[in-house]
Antibody, heavy 116, light 104 residues
Framework: EVQLVESGGGLVQPGGSLRLSCAASGFIFSNYWMSWVRQAPGKGLEWVAN????????YYVYSVKGRFTISRDNPKNSVYLQMDSLRAEDTAVYYC?????????WGQGTLVSVSS | SYELTQPPSVSVSPGQTASITCSGD??????VCWYQQRPGQSPVLVIYQNNKRPSGIPERFSASNSGNTATLTISGTQAMDEADYYCQTWDNKVFGGGTELTVL
């Protein structure tokens, strides 16, 4: 059974940093791209970033380029999202998702709140 | 930047057919996915590559994509289908704004 479990969310001040983690199980992790998707309170879904199975390709949505860094540790079956220079508009539930022909499995999400 | 437009809300009576549209420039040239998100839950994939259903998704969910419009169709809509639905283009990962489906 595919499982994705996010962690690391919390309350952070504007300009601060946070590192999200996503632990994967139930599939050959290194064979898949992985994505982060966020959802601001009461709003729609926004794709944030993804990373190829071997880490050789990475893409970001324009609004987080230069502030967020996606990475992965295949032996640990984990993908990460390092978020720096956080802004109020980054407040959202952050989901990790397996990225194959679609985002076919999603985690339960972790809430990031950016506020002073 | 590329944009996908969905109606904010659609209403349907139980047992009837619901259609949710997603429009974008030359959308028919792209692969489209559809996701269902019930209140308080994570999104669930219901359609990928325009019209394919993942295992476990009921046959009443179908979809098409042509021209500038993709359409998700739910036949024999049930109360459990009440949710937000999002389209997404696969190449650039853009999501539509979402459609709230009400079954009443």
């Amino acid at each position: 059974e595919v499982q994705l479990v996010e962690s690391g969310g919390g309350l952070v001040q504007p300009g601060g940093s946070l590192r999200l983690s996503c632990a994967a199980s139930g599939f050959i992790f290194s064979n898949y791209w992985m994505s982060w998707v966020r959802q601001a309170p009461g709003k729609g879904l926004e794709w944030v970033a993804n990373i190829k199975g071997d880490g050789s390709e990475i893409y970001y949505v324009y609004s987080v380029k230069g502030r967020f860094t996606i990475s992965r540790d295949n032996p640990k079956n984990s993908v990460y999202l390092q978020m720096d220079s956080l802004r109020a508009e980054d407040t959202a539930v952050y989901y990790c998702a397996r990225d194959g022909t679609s985002l076919d499995y999603w985690g339960q999400g972790t809430l990031v709140s950016v506020s002073s | 930047s590329y944009e996908l437009t969905q109606p904010p809300s659609v209403s349907v009576s139980p047992g009837q057919t619901a259609s949710i549209t997603c429009s974008g420039d030359k959308l028919g040239d792209k692969y489209v996915c559809w996701y269902q998100q019930r209140p308080g839950q994570s999104p669930v994939l219901v359609i990928y590559q325009n019209n394919k259903r993942p295992s476990g998704i009921p046959e009443r969910f179908s979809a098409s994509n042509s021209g500038n419009t993709a359409t998700l169709t739910i036949s024999g809509t049930q109360a459990m289908d009440e949710a937000d639905y999002y389209c997404q283009t696969w190449d650039n990962k853009v999501f539509g704004g979402g459609t709230e489906l009400t079954v009443l």
